[in-house]
Structures are given as C-alpha cells and as structure tokens.
C-alpha cells in the first residue's frame, strides 16, 4: 500500500509514501479466479447499467468472440471464485466498482506474471478486461508490462541486442547515417544526439523492416480468449 526508505531514518516511521488504492492479496495460482471474479461483477454491473459499464461500441466494431465469452459466465460462481483466489468478496467487489466506471484504464505486470506455467492466459484475461472497457489504443489507456531489469524495454524497442545481423546494422547505418559498430557504446548509454533525435521516427522503421508480421493493421479485430 506504501513505500518506505530503509536508507533514511524517517524510512522506518509511518506508512509511507502511499501506492495504491486498494490491495488484493491473491494467493499462489489465484489469479484466474480473481480475474474471473472481477470480470463476473462487470457483467452484473453492466446488466444494470446498460451501456455504462462495457464500451459497446468498442466491442462491436474492435472485437470477436464477445458472446461466448459472456456466455461462459453462467456456469461461474462467485464465491467460488472468491475462494480460489484467497481474496475477501468484499474486497473484489471494491476492485470491479472501481474498474466498472472509468473510460480510461492501463494494466501494468511484472514477470511474476509472465514466468509461470500459465502465463499467457493470465496476459488474455487482463486484456479480456480492457476489451470489455474498450481500454486499447486510445490515451491513458492500455497494457503495460514491466521488464525485468533496467531499460530493457528500451534497448528493445531501439533493436539493440547483442548479437545484432549484418542486415539490422546495415539498416541502421542506412537509417541513421553512421556506423553502428563505432557508436555502438554511444548509442547503448545514450549519448548519440542522432540516435535521441530519430528514436520515436525509429520505432515505425524497426517495426517495418524487421517484424513486419507485428503490425497490427487499424481494420484487425482483437479476440477474447480464454473461454476456460
């Protein structure tokens, strides 16, 4: 709920520096069950507000599969749900209503997440959650996972990696006007002003060229998934 600084002496007094609105303590493997749980009470809110609660014009014109994915809902019980995930009912309920009403929410994970056997369901359902808010591909909104390790996202999404081919760094000198294997250190601490000046013209280019079958075109509808 807090953050405190072991470094300081205040860091041992109060409760901190405040981080979150609510906690939800999930158990061990709990996550489905308390994203299922969640998704439950969206459905309930939306049943009574029509419209209010699901973006519906999102889910229409941006989605597939939304009906059996609503459907398989009927065969779930909440407190069942509640008991699985090692969170209070009580405490969920709280987490829906916050999440049922706001237009504009990001999901952000660590690898606590990713590096486990179920992984890529846990990833669907939390996007599952976005898509019923219509929460992708606007400001304020979206997915946000957190890597592991300082910058890494970073070095990835300017392609650096270390054992880059001879036709990534071809595309760099091309693209950049220099030669990648001289400026290299320039560029990995980030002192290269040509590199800071083309980043964001960059990441289109590094998408085009190298994983061209990542583009996702503006028409493509996205799939609710995980109809366990």
């Known amino acids: 709920m807090g953050f405190r600084n072991p470094q300081q002496l205040n860091g041992v007094i109060g409760s901190g520096v405040k981080l979150a609105d609510i906690f939800l303590p999930v158990k061990i493997n709990g996550d489905m069950a308390l994203l299922k749980a969640i998704e439950l ?4 809110f ?9 973006d519906l014009n999102f889910i229409a014109e941006k989605t597939v599969g939304f009906d059996a994915f609503i459907k398989q809902f009927e065969d779930y019980n909440l407190e069942d749900l509640a008991k699985e995930s090692g969170v209070s ?12 009403f706001k237009k504009r929410i990001i999901i952000c994970w660590g690898m606590g997440i990713t590096q486990q056997p179920n992984g890529v369901d ?7 959650i976005l898509l019923l808010k219509g929460s992708i591909g606007k400001p304020g909104a979206g997915v946000c996972p957190v890597r592991g390790h300082s910058n890494v996202q970073g070095n990835r999404t300017m392609m650096i990696d270390e054992k880059p081919t001879d036709a990534q760094l071809d595309r760099l000198q091309d693209f950049y006007g220099f030669n990648p ?3 290299m250190a320039m560029m990995l601490f980030g002192q290269s002003k ?4 083309a980043s964001s013209k960059f990441y289109s280019v590094w998408v085009e060229t190298f994983y061209p079958q990542h583009r996702i075109p503006p028409t493509r ?8």
Request: with cysteine.
């Open 89 to 100: 009912l009580a405490t969920i309920y709280d987490a829906a209503q916050m999440l049922a």
């Open 181 to 183: 294997l001289v400026n």
């Open 221 to 228: 509808q996205m799939q609710f998934g995980n109809l366990i």
């Open 46 to 54: 939306e049943k009574k507000s029509p419209g209010v609660v699901f």
């Open 194 to 197: 040509q590199c800071r000046r």
């Open 122 to 128: 846990m990833i669907k359902e939390m996007l599952n």
């Open 41 to 44: 009470l969206l459905i309930d």
